[in-house]
């Protein structure tokens, strides 16, 4: 008994210590001997349409229309489209307004998702290459140039955009605890780009060729199900961290938890859609990639409960005992930073803890809603549901 339990800690203390540090240190090397394609430079202005989702979002669609409209790219070759899920808070009113700049509002009736509604969206697109966008993601100026500069090259099918987080007139802990993350995101994003191709989209941020879109199930998440798909026709994926756009985070971690419960769940299940991309004889370097950022993680609560268990089943060991009595202080200071959370008192060390144990939660949580095929097809941005409750 006492050999299987050693055998199962060892084992998931081994795949925790490659998934949060043992992954990004093989990756940097394997990126380090990998031929980098120079950067491609910009010889063609491709049709694009930009395609905004948008479901209740009056607060922000002004702001988010007059930057797209002041995007550095000939309007002659921009078609700016809002796909507006039923909305019914005066945002369809407001892109009205816009349509003589040439912005046009394809209203989804009744609501049906973020998934129909694009589909509704790119089937009346006009574009070579489709930019998806959220309502409240600000692109620089220069951002579409950026990301379609990289189609010159026949064998990208989609590119990745630098998202990147703040917070709405102040800082908070769950902004600072995700700004954190995503320069870990970044980083990997880069590498992998660099090693053989990145690791799904970003809703905010990213860019495919039209003809590569598969229509979308509605509990589909498209951001990470179509970059499968286009993997899967043997194409690459590219991050280019020069095509940035600036998105607000959540404002409490309740509200990000959610986010990712939602994310994991319906990743988890898209994963299902496209089985070819689990197969490491179909395109190795990208199901290296898949696995090891993606798939380990999502699994990694699993890890983690497994060493817990384990450590406790040796602690007649001292070594074992000292390990779960570390474990066991280091989810009290995660529950102690979820009692003070309310308060917003948090710490950088409480913060963190706190936040690394929030998102293997929501990964745990995420895994069982995918086995029980509880898959949220519509859904409000956290910002909505924060104003609900004030």
Known sequence: MTSISEFIFWVCASLLVYVYLGYSLLLTLLASFSKHAPNPPDLSEPAVTLLISAFNESEVIAAKLENALALDYPHDRLEIVVISDASDDGTDDIVRRFSRSGVRLIRQQPRMGKSAGLNLGVSQATGQILIFSDANAIHQPDAIRHLVRHFSNPRVGYVVGNARYYEKG???TSAESEGLYWKLETYLKIKESQFGSVVGGDGAIYAIRRELYSPLLPTDIND??????????????????????????????????????????????????VPAVLNPLNNTRHWFLLVSHKLLRWFAPFFMIL???ASLALWQ???????????????????????????RKLGKVFSLVFYFCMVNLASLVGCVKCLRGDLQGQWAPPRQKAQNQT
Request: hydrophobic share 50%; proline share 5%; aromatic share 14%.
């Open 170 to 172: 102040r800082e908070s």
């Open 224 to 273: 990470f199900l179509n970059p499968l798909q286009i993997i899967a026709r043997g194409y690459v994926g590219v991050f280019e961290p020069a095509a940035i756009c600036y998105e607000e985070a959540a404002v409490n971690f309740g509200q990000e938890f959610r986010r990712k419960v939602r994310i994991v769940s319906r990743s988890l299940n898209a994963l299902c859609r």
């Open 307 to 309: 060493m817990f268990v």
């Open 317 to 343: 060991l001292p070594v074992y005992r000292a390990i779960a009595l570390l474990q066991v202080v280091f989810y009290s200071l995660a529950l102690a930073a979820w009692w003070r959370e309310p308060k």
